[in-house]
């Protein structure tokens, strides 16, 4: 079956340390997503991809980062920059199938700073 | 992207329908109205979405005014498992945005009471 493959499912940080998510994709979709949640929060965007090669800053990209180098993956970095990382990460891809315009997200990953 | 307006939380019995009311006086012609639910520690999964006319799939039905300024989730028969998280999003079809990303709030809270 097709979908969204991220992975830690959990993840512990050390002050100081830089991260990478994982997020892959088998539904030949375009258009990749970073979101971040906190505990009772909505989902607030990180970054996202419209293609390969090509990203773009959400509204909270500050200390993260991203790379498209392939149409299927599309890894985010946690950097010692970001000051308050634990959260939860989700990926998201989305493409224009028959008549479903909506996301496919991950099932996310837990960052936790230890 | 127009914004929406969801009642936090709401409580609905086993087996009856769940009725989940959306605000979105803003909307504008050419945009979406989209319903995720999330269920804890997982990602949004999506449900359905709508333009002007009522809407059903094998998971609920959408129903939206005739203004478009609401619109309404329908779980027909709530099962424990619909415990969740709905988010209602609003936004333009796909291609038509410069981000084509979707702003969730925080969403109403629905619990299935035994």
């Known amino acids: 079956d097709g979908g969204i493959t991220q992975s830690p499912k959990y993840l512990f940080r050390k002050e100081g340390q830089n991260v990478t998510l994982s997020c892959e994709q088998n539904?030949?979709?375009?258009?990749m997503y970073w979101y971040r949640q906190d505990p009772g929060q909505g989902l607030r965007l990180i970054y996202y991809?419209?293609?390969?090669?090509?990203?773009q800053k959400g509204d909270i990209a500050e200390g993260y980062s991203v790379s498209r180098e392939k149409k299927e993956s599309f890894p985010l970095t946690v950097t010692s920059a970001q000051k308050n990382p634990t959260a939860f990460y989700l990926c998201a891809s989305i493409g224009e199938g028959q008549g479903n315009y909506g996301y496919t997200f991950g099932s996310g990953t837990r960052l936790t700073v230890v | 992207d127009a914004k929406t307006t969801q009642p936090p939380s709401m409580d609905c019995a086993e087996g009856r329908a769940a009725n989940l009311p959306c605000n979105h006086s803003t909307i504008s012609g050419n945009e979406y109205v989209y319903w995720y639910r999330q269920i804890h520690s997982q990602g949004p999964q999506y449900i359905i979405h709508g333009l002007k006319n009522n809407e059903t799939n094998e998971m609920a039905s959408l129903i939206i005014t005739e203004d478009r300024k609401s619109s309404t989730l329908i779980l027909p028969h709530a099962t424990l498992r619909d415990t969740a998280v709905y988010y209602c999003?609003?936004?333009?079809?796909?291609?038509?945005?410069?981000?084509?990303?979707?702003?969730f709030g925080t969403g109403t809270r629905l619990t299935v009471i035994p």
């Open positions: 539904l030949n979709h375009d258009a």
């Open positions: 991809s419209q293609i390969v090669n090509d990203f």
């Open positions: 999003i609003v936004r333009g079809r796909l291609g038509q945005t410069g981000a084509n990303n979707l702003f």
